[in-house]
């Protein structure tokens, strides 16, 4: 179907609902928030259909595909272990992976599933847990021989400290140490859009970085990297979860069923 097409629809649909459902400009679409609760109860009426064809064809095999979005460390250290067996036990399902750090739209990416890590912000969301990590300050033997240890917080003014890009403003580091808490605001910051690549950085002496247990366990024990001001805790553990649009009540087969392997196979211990 051409574009010009679909735009005919869209309008048609719109005349008979009454509601804008597209803010339109010369380069690019926005749903309203009709549009989004549109499209979103769309999905559960889609859903509910899908369910049904499942529900009475033999075996109740989930089938069909699933559009994931996740960060690139959770699917190096997490899901690309377990991808296999997931593809044996559900033969029927296949995989769509779109990776990346950054919070998308998960209406207007279309995607299924998204792993997500820290408090969700949208209110349309159904979540279930993964896990949760701690972050912890490293850097690479090779960089401490050049540019000494820092023993405070307050001496990372002095020292290359690695970030990711997808943020505006720098991130603020925050320490905490019996009573005393400490924030710091980098100003000397090399950035890279992912936490995979702020690993390479770091294992190469690049700088000093904050990277999840999970990311560094290896490394740690290798001695590629080492720990740095271990008296002073990271604030917060760092929550991931499994989340996607709609209702729990409504999820389709297929996507339950990938759910539960995650939960199973992929969670952070």
């Known amino acids: 179907m051409t574009p ?16 804008r459902l597209l803010n339109r400009s010369t380069r690019q679409f926005q749903l309203t928030n009709e549009g989004c609760q549109f499209y979103e109860l769309g999905i559960q009426i889609l859903n ?13 095999i989930p089938k069909g595909r699933i559009r994931i979005h996740t960060s690139f460390s959770y699917w190096t ?3 690309l272990p377990c991808i296999s ?10 995989l769509e992976a779109h990776l990346s750090d950054e919070v998308i739209n998960l209406v207007e990416q279309r995607i299924d599933v998204a792993i997500r ?28 021989e050049k540019y000494g240890r820092p023993e405070h917080p307050d001496e990372l003014h002095e020292h290359q400290l690695l970030d990711v ?3 505006r403003q720098n991130k603020t580091w925050l320490f905490k140490k019996a009573t005393q808490e400490i924030s710091l605001t980098p100003s000397k910051v090399l950035k890279v859009n992912h936490g995979e690549a702020i690993l390479q950085l770091a294992l190469a002496g690049a700088g000093i970085a904050q990277l999840n247990e999970f990311q560094i366990r290896n490394a740690l024990q290798q001695k590629q990297l080492v720990k740095i001001l271990e008296d002073w805790n990271i604030h917060a553990s760092e929550e991931f979860h ?20 995650l939960v199973e196979h992929a969670s952070i211990n």
């Open 4 to 19: 010009s097409a679909v735009s005919k629809l869209i309008s048609r649909l719109e005349k008979r609902l009454g509601v």
């Open 48 to 60: 509910d259909l899908d369910e049904l064809e499942q529900a009475v064809t033999a075996n109740h």
């Open 77 to 79: 250290h997490f899901l």
């Open 85 to 94: 067996l997931f593809n044996q036990r559900y033969p029927e399902i296949e």
């Open 117 to 144: 890590t820290g408090p969700l912000k949208s209110s349309n969301l159904v979540a279930r847990s993964l896990g949760s990590t701690y972050k912890q300050y490293v850097c690479s033997p090779v960089y401490i």
């Open 165 to 167: 890009s997808y943020q």
């Open 242 to 261: 499994a989340v996607w649009i709609g209702h729990d009540k409504y999820v389709p087969n297929r996507v339950r069923t990938f759910l539960d392997f």
